[in-house]
């Protein structure tokens, strides 16, 4: 390989599946100003049935939904921290792990902080300018086994992990614009 890979993938999480859980139903996506997306979200017990339910929810529902990089428990009214991510469609993506699934999850160190245009399918609307850290480590527990791990990702995948934690902590990306300036209503492409 002759590309330099800055960003050491953990093999655990690069391989999970939802395999690992129950087949999974598709959710209803709740829109802002639903309380939930504004409401910190609890701790879970990652082995807990309806743990590992909510997990399979996410990733189903993440799955039909075109475009989707990540949805947090909040977003299918749970207010709960848990996520589930994968930008691995997502042309900025770099080395990524894929599709995975973290409770309880929390940035342990970030670094390179770099602005970007982000979306979320809770502000169909809208997209805005947010400045995130472009590497980061984070760590939180796998649904099922509760297994902890800590992964460290750069670039969208970062991101997108720093968006479902906010959405995790009651947060939305119209939290982290720099202003009304930084929004832009999302256009419509036929
Ligand atoms: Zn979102």
Not at 63 to 87: I, T
């Amino acid at each position: 390989m002759t590309t330099p890979v800055t960003t050491s993938l953990n093999p655990r999480v690069r391989d999970w599946t939802e395999d690992e859980l129950v087949p999974g139903s598709v959710r209803d996506v709740v829109r802002a100003p639903a309380a939930v997306l504004s409401t910190p979200g609890g701790r879970v017990d990652p082995t807990a049935p309806e743990t590992v339910r909510l997990a399979a929810d996410l990733v189903a529902t993440m799955r039909v939904s075109p475009g989707c990089v990540g949805l947090a428990a909040p977003q299918v009214g749970e207010g709960v921290q848990v996520f589930c991510v994968d930008v691995s469609d997502h042309p900025k993506a770099r080395a990524h792990h894929g599709t995975f699934v973290l409770c309880n999850a929390e940035v342990v160190s970030a670094s390179r902080n770099e602005r970007a245009r982000e979306g979320c399918m809770s502000v169909p609307d809208l997209t805005g300018d947010v400045k995130r850290a472009s590497r980061i480590v984070v760590r939180g527990e796998l649904p099922g086994t509760g297994e902890s791990v800590e992964v460290t990702a750069e670039a969208f995948e970062a991101r997108a992990l720093q968006h479902e934690i906010d959405h995790c902590a009651g947060l939305l990306f119209l939290d982290r614009v720099a202003g009304a300036h930084a929004v832009y209503a999302r256009q419509t492409y036929l």
